[in-house]
């Protein structure tokens, strides 16, 4: 039912407090409940606190039992004021808004408000007059609080009757005016305007005596009473009476009531104010510029992230405001955030199947942005966002090049992971700034204070509630509300954490137990599970909540916990076991009621895990991996291995399961850039699969991700693996599993075997060809361009990145598309196409998903350095190479400490002081990676250890022919010359001829070392 649209339901308190329901009357029941109705129409529609009507209803000290007996009233009235609304549907006239309740009824529903606008609007007063039945709340005229409204109302009146006599004496009709305020002023002779009204209507109807006795009659009361002489325009009217003077007959001036309150404007934005202008000079730059940009603004929980942002985007005139939250519990789909955005912009959310992928889902998200341009998407609790809303945010930022919009991203920074400052790199050109909140000042905590508490703080208290709080807003507000409440403690604890317990303290233990439940569902819940949950109707617990501020309906059937710290104090509080059977029962209702919800019984499933349960959560788990697979990988790894971890609990183990379960696993943590656990889980799966081959094929070709890097720790490939893969590839194979053993076998050669990774390129390519399969086709194409890296296949390098380039973007496989691109990188660079190797890399950046931003953005990062090395920039490429080294240790890369000494060692070459880098080449030399003898022989002359020099000499070894051969071979060739052996400068002076045109190492992006024409004319001399 919509009351509020409608007009159905009708209330008065003029006279006795009643309501009406299409015309009928209403049983409001006793008189507590018709004072809470009355208190609430005399707040105008306004919240009223939960405290101030428990003082107001209860006064002095309320019973322990008051709040529970205020919301059975509370629940009371709106059954008889709503007879017609669904159990627990959304109130429309009383309604729960933190931390109190409102009535929201048209206010030409309610007399006593229909009246005053009447009145201060000068519009059909004589029918407002004709419908006043009484005194103003006449059943509650002696409480506190309604003596005033009572007072107001009452003098509203008065002002209403000589506002009516002043219209029509204007209009003549002096007989009426007179009959109407004949009596009025008898009753009220201090009133000098209903007296100067009435003297003027006798006067002007031939009553000059009656005029005068009315005048007289009112001087005399004004002086026995007050003992004072009437106002100057009272006198006036009685000289000007006294003198006949014509002026009299003229219209008198209109008296007018008092103007209208002006409309409640949102709450104000506290102490916030210079980050409130550096959002709007972003948004302004952002149109200016007619270019998306974005803002990142950090802060703590309670910070007032939110707040400032509600307040910004209020602010806006002309701008499509949408907003998405990262949930803050596990068990959403991936990629939530941008579902909400889209919903806000009109737009189905993501659907479940994303057969193009995150990149064209992107593109899609900017168009529709775009077109609302100018748009501000406000993305909140970041520091939560999975790989999905992470690359989406990436992607959608890029696609909305010439649009003008602005990303505001909030965020906990001391809860943001590594890929969150991965996707703030990525962003950097876009960024217009960084706001970081922190604690409010004194001034700006006294007025928040009383904002919340309804009551002016002194500046002792002010002065503690600072300190206490550090002026977190959110505590802030917590404080006050509680020391606004009846039963205040003398002392509040300055945790958050026991603040919201105290709160808790004070509601019924009905609505207690119940948030404890609902905090198990996550921050917003569905209002029927919690239902299917609970032992009775929730309804009147969870408007309790709503009512204490600690939650929030945001649509019918819907809600959500205020602030996430209430929810983790509530789910805190449980007791393990009961938890875990909570979370149990939990799976059983969604079974019931939303069987399609696979991640929030994924989530319970595994989060109330024990032998009996162990098989459906499990498969509960499987199920909701196997979906997320398509678009976060990462969350599909958390949920394999919840589901390993389910079912080693079963009872009857079973192999073949274990199998399937860790080969996905191996996919899924492959394809989130995790090789060294990818390859764990692969070596596990192998150790369940035995001597099985058919379980031995699926554990083989579960990696399925592209090959940016190596994947191996070992500098030789795993015999086992290389022995099963060559049994299985000697039996008849179907195309498609060829492809897969072959890439399988690849993995295991490359670095290692150069030439046999070769041909296995080229049969897993042919193999591709054959299937009809794009992605295998991707996959191939991925092996026989990273084996063309090195010199061997240095001539199909830009023709094999321009094929996947075209298969990759045409068939809509995004992840080899990256690689495509940066392969293409490779490619230019090797050509000294500096330009276009920056557009591909950035390229490669702007499509690459959540498993490979992080290798491609330190890829680009060393790319840059090496730029600036080879334009004579030394110093600025080392702190680049530095940069972007001690970046790709701190993610966990583990070639991150060769990469830096590598960087090292070519900053120290472009400074031509080698030396400076031999602890590096030492390092390097050690760690048995690449063929590094040349560099380490060379930093050893340029330290004069010559001796030393020529042993490392003698023992090194042929320089492995894969991406790095060409810089390391140029640094054979220089330390030959150096040293004088003609028979090695001969033999590296005919392996770099064919690239005598080259710059070796901008081929590889990592290792400059000068162009190859250098090395070989230090070579010459040596020649026959």
């Known amino acids: 039912m919509q009351a509020p649209a409608d007009g159905r339901v009708r209330v008065s308190v003029l006279g006795a407090v009643r309501a009406e329901v299409d015309g009928r009357g209403v049983d409001l029941g006793g008189p507590v409940r018709r004072a809470v109705l009355a208190r609430l129409v005399a707040a105008q529609g306004h919240v009223v606190f939960t405290d101030r009507l428990l003082e107001d209803l209860w006064p002095g000290v309320a019973p322990p039992t008051a709040l529970a007996a205020l919301q059975v009233h509370v629940s009371h009235l709106r059954r008889a004021l709503e007879p017609d609304r669904p159990a627990r549907g959304k109130a429309t006239v009383l309604v729960s808004l933190a931390p109190g309740y409102a009535l929201r009824l048209p206010r030409a529903t309610v007399d006593a408000w229909r009246f005053e606008d009447a009145v201060t609007g000068g519009r059909d007063l004589d029918r407002a007059l004709a419908g006043w039945s009484g005194p103003p709340y006449a059943e509650v005229a002696d409480s506190l609080w309604a003596a005033p409204e009572a007072a107001r109302l009452t003098e509203l009146r008065l002002t209403g009757v000589e506002t009516l006599a002043a219209a029509r004496l204007e209009a003549g009709d002096t007989a009426a005016v007179v009959a109407d305020l004949d009596r009025h002023a008898a009753e009220h002779p201090a009133r000098e305007e209903a007296v100067r009204l009435l003297a003027l209507a006798l006067y002007r109807s031939g009553r000059q005596a009656d005029a005068l006795a009315a005048l007289h009659r009112t001087r005399r009361h004004l002086a026995e009473e007050f003992g004072v002489d009437p106002g100057p325009v009272l006198r006036s009217v009685e000289v000007a009476v006294l003198r006949q003077d014509p002026a009299l007959l003229l219209a008198p001036p209109v008296v007018t009531g008092p103007a209208p309150a002006p409309a409640a404007e949102p709450r104000a934005l506290v102490g916030r104010d210079t980050e409130l202008a550096a959002l709007r000079t972003a948004a302004a730059e952002a149109v200016v510029a007619g270019e998306a940009r974005v803002v990142w603004v950090d802060g703590e929980a309670g910070e007032g992230k939110s707040t400032l942002l509600d307040a910004f985007a209020r602010t806006l005139t002309g701008w499509t405001a949408t907003r998405g939250r990262c949930p803050e519990v596990d068990g959403a789909p991936p990629g939530w955030a941008w579902h909400e955005v889209l919903d806000d912009l009109g737009t189905p959310g993501v659907p479940d199947t994303l057969p193009r992928g995150t990149f064209h889902l992107a593109r899609a998200v900017a168009a529709h942005l775009a077109a609302a341009a100018p748009a501000l998407v406000v993305l909140d609790d970041v520091h939560r966002a999975d790989d999905v809303t992470r690359q989406l945010l990436r992607q959608v930022v890029d696609q909305l090049d010439g649009t003008a919009a602005l990303v505001v991203c909030a965020y906990r920074a001391s809860e943001a992971g590594p890929g969150l400052a991965v996707v703030r790199a990525a962003l950097a050109p876009a960024s217009a700034g960084h706001l970081t909140l922190t604690g409010l000042d004194r001034t700006a905590v006294a007025a928040l204070a009383q904002q919340a508490g309804g009551r002016a703080l002194d500046p002792a208290t002010v002065e503690w509630l600072t300190d206490r709080t550090g002026g977190n807003p959110l505590f802030v507000r917590e404080l006050a509300r509680l020391l606004a409440g009846p039963g205040s403690p003398g002392r509040v604890p300055a945790q958050i954490a026991d603040v919201l317990r105290a709160r808790l303290s004070r509601l019924p233990a009905a609505t207690v137990e119940l948030l404890r439940t609902a905090a198990l569902l996550g921050r917003e819940l569905d209002v029927d599970v919690l239902a299917g949950l609970s032992a009775e109707d929730p309804e009147d617990a969870l408007d309790t909540a709503v009512v204490a501020g600690l939650l929030e309906e945001t649509a019918p059937g819907r809600v959500r916990f205020s602030h996430a710290l209430v929810r983790e104090v509530l789910a805190d509080d449980l007791p393990p076991g009961r938890r875990r059977r909570l979370h149990g029962h939990v799976v059983r209702v969604l079974e019931e009621l939303a069987p399609h919800d696979v991640d929030a019984l994924a989530h319970h499933a595994l989060a109330g895990l024990t032998p009996a349960t162990a098989r459906p959560a499990r498969d509960h788990a499987e199920r909701a991996a ?59 799966a192998l150790a369940d699969a035995g001597d099985d081959a058919d379980l031995l094929r699926t554990v083989l070709t579960s990696w399925h991700a592209p090959l940016v890097w190596t994947v191996r720790r070992e500098p030789a490939g795993d015999p086992r693996r290389l022995a099963a893969l060559e049994r299985l590839l000697a039996a008849p194979t179907p195309a498609a599993d060829r492809v897969r053993l072959e890439h399988a076998r690849f993995l295991e050669l490359e670095t290692w075997d150069v030439p046999a990774s070769i041909a296995c390129s080229a049969r897993a390519l042919e193999a591709a060809r054959g299937s009809g399969d794009p992605r295998l086709l991707c996959l191939a194409l991925n092996l026989r361009g990273y084996a063309a890296l090195g010199p061997d296949l240095d001539d199909e390098r830009p023709a094999l990145a321009d094929e996947l380039v075209e298969v990759a973007d045409r068939c809509g496989v995004d992840d080899f598309l990256a690689v495509g691109h940066w392969l293409r990188f490779l490619a230019r660079a090797s050509r000294g196409d500096l330009v276009g190797a920056d557009a591909s890399a950035a390229a490669a950046a702007s499509v690459a998903g959540s498993g490979q931003v992080g290798h491609l953005l330190s890829v680009l990062a060393v790319w840059r350095a090496v730029v600036d090395l080879v334009e004579g920039r030394v110093e600025e490429g080392g702190a680049r190479y530095a940069e972007a080294t001690a970046a790709m240790a701190a993610a966990g890369d583990a070639s991150a400490p060769y990469m830096a000494a590598v960087g090292r060692f070519a900053t120290a070459w472009n400074r031509d002081r080698l030396r400076e880098a031999l602890p590096d080449m030492r390092f390097a030399d050690a760690s048995g990676r690449s063929s590094t003898a040349a560099p380490l022989v060379l930093c050893l002359l340029d330290a004069e250890l010559v001796e030393e020099a020529r042993e490392r000499w003698a023992a090194r070894t042929p320089v492995r022919r894969d991406m790095l051969w060409l810089p390391l071979t140029t640094l054979h060739a220089h330390a030959a010359a150096r040293l004088g052996d003609a028979r090695a400068a001969r033999e590296f002076h005919a392996d770099l001829l064919p690239f005598a045109g080259r710059y070796a190492g901008i081929d590889c992006g990592t290792l400059p070392v000068g162009p190859v024409a250098d090395a070989l004319a230090a070579c010459r001399p040596l020649l026959p």
């Open 626 to 684: 196997a979906r997320a697979a398509r678009t976060s990988p990462q969350r599909a790894a958390e949920l394999l291995t919840g589901a390993l971890t389910a079912h080693d609990l079963t009872r009857a183990p079973d192999a073949g399961v274990a199998v399937r379960l860790r080969s996905a696993l191996v996919g899924a943590l492959a394809a989130a850039g995790d090789a060294v656990g990818a390859r764990a889980a692969q070596t596990a």
